[in-house]
């Protein structure tokens, strides 16, 4: 034997067909013309090709072992380098080489998987604290009922396309300094499905799928907040030639309350109150997501200080429980007084010994950066 194949490919005499396409594959990479252009190497390239070509064919490769040499049989126009039957196994043992797998062979299916769909969904805050369940209307592609997703009109079906022959591809053989080199491309006239349909649906076009509006029933749990999204599977769009739908995902979006703000889990609100009712104490009305409760303003309550109402905000999606409603008090200094009412106010800073307060200076509020530079320096 003038050519040691086995030693061209770098692999043993024993060695099994997996390894001797990983070796392949291996070479193939670092020697192809298209990666290194190097006569040398295009020639070392025509002889791993030649070696695989043997080696990978178990008649060729048993005629070989036996000591002949199964290329010689062969012709012009299969010699060392083709891609005929044997040579470089086909076309898609090139692409196995560099994507490390092989193209897809055959039609492809009319049938595929539908889009998933997003709609936005405005809910109040106690619908999101609670929970609730809720309407909605959705515009999607539905399966045709006129041909039951098939895309051909009643009467008709789907036929064999004449050009591929309902392979769904067409090849093409082209010669190249490396011999013979075929490829494929999907079929022009049936676009890679390999059937046509002479006579479409009037209702779908050909489509399998029409758009329609449809009602469905969405159940928001408690605890959602801006953002949360809720999956609806298989209510999103129907695929083409009515495949799988898709999901269907609703986004929350919580309207603004008119009296509270909300901070992950907890509700915020302000009170405004007198001075009067600051310094005596009183109970103020409030109206919760829970109902009318009273909020204890303790005599002395300053204004800033905060009061919180363990347990009213808004439910925890995940967990048990629920966060605190806190109510942030300030105080209002009346700005216009009548004799009678400036009369009993002066009275009162003399029994208190305020009538000329000398007041308590301290330093200006610092930022959060002052702060830091003072920690650092020891301040």
């Known amino acids: 034997m003038a050519t040691d194949y086995y030693a061209v490919l770098g692999v043993r005499r024993d060695a099994s067909q997996e390894e ?12 192809h013309p298209d990666v290194n252009p190097d006569p040398k190497t295009q020639e070392r390239f025509k002889e791993i090709n030649a070696a695989y070509e043997v080696l990978s064919d178990p ?3 048993q005629v070989y072992d036996l000591g002949g040499d199964p290329l010689s049989q062969q012709g012009a126009g299969g010699g060392a380098g083709g891609f005929g039957a044997g040579g470089f196994g086909n076309f898609s043992d090139i692409m196995d080489a560099f994507f490390g797998t092989a193209s897809q062979r055959g039609p492809r299916s009319r049938t595929r998987r539908g889009q998933d769909a997003m ?8 619908e999101a604290a609670f929970g609730t369940t ?8 539905v399966v045709c009922n006129t041909c039951n997703g098939e895309g051909a009109a009643p009467g008709t079906s789907a036929q064999t396309c004449d050009m591929c022959r309902g392979r769904g591809e067409v090849s093409q053989v082209t010669r190249s300094f490396l011999g013979q080199v075929m490829t494929s491309r999907p ?28 009602t469905l029933t969405v159940k928001i749990p408690a605890g959602v907040d801006n953002g949360t999204r809720i999956q609806l599977a298989g209510e999103g769009e129907v695929g083409p030639g009515g495949g799988p739908a898709g999901d269907l995902y609703v986004e929350i979006h919580e309207l603004p309350h008119p009296t509270f703000q909300r901070r992950g889990d907890d ?26 409760e009273e909020v204890d303003i303790r005599p002395g309550t300053q204004s800033g200080q905060s009061i919180p ?31 009678e009412q400036e009369r009993l106010l002066r009275e009162l ?17 610092q930022g959060l950066f002052s702060r830091l530079k003072d920690a650092f320096n020891g301040r």
Not at 276 to 288: I, R
């Open 349 to 365: 800073a003399k029994l208190r010994g305020e009538e000329r307060p000398q007041g308590q200076f301290q330093p200006g509020q």
């Open 59 to 61: 008649q060729k490769k």
């Open 20 to 31: 001797i396409k990983k070796a392949f594959r291996r070479l193939a990479r670092e020697l």
């Open 134 to 141: 809720k309407d909605i209307q959705v515009d999607t592609a």
């Open 309 to 339: 109402l363990h347990g009213r905000g808004v439910t925890h999606l995940r967990g048990g429980g629920r966060g605190d409603l806190i109510v942030h008090v300030e105080v209002t200094t009346p700005t216009k007084l009548d004799p």
């Open 267 to 292: 509700l915020h609100c302000t009170v405004t109150i007198p001075m009067t009712a600051a310094a005596l104490g009183t109970k103020v009305p409030l109206e919760t997501l829970d109902g009318l």
């Open 187 to 214: 079929c022009p006239q049936c676009q890679g499905f390999g059937t046509v349909v002479p006579t479409p649906c009037p209702e779908c076009a050909g489509d399998g799928r029409v758009r329609s509006r449809r």
């Open 119 to 126: 709609i936005r969904l405005e809910v109040e805050l106690d």
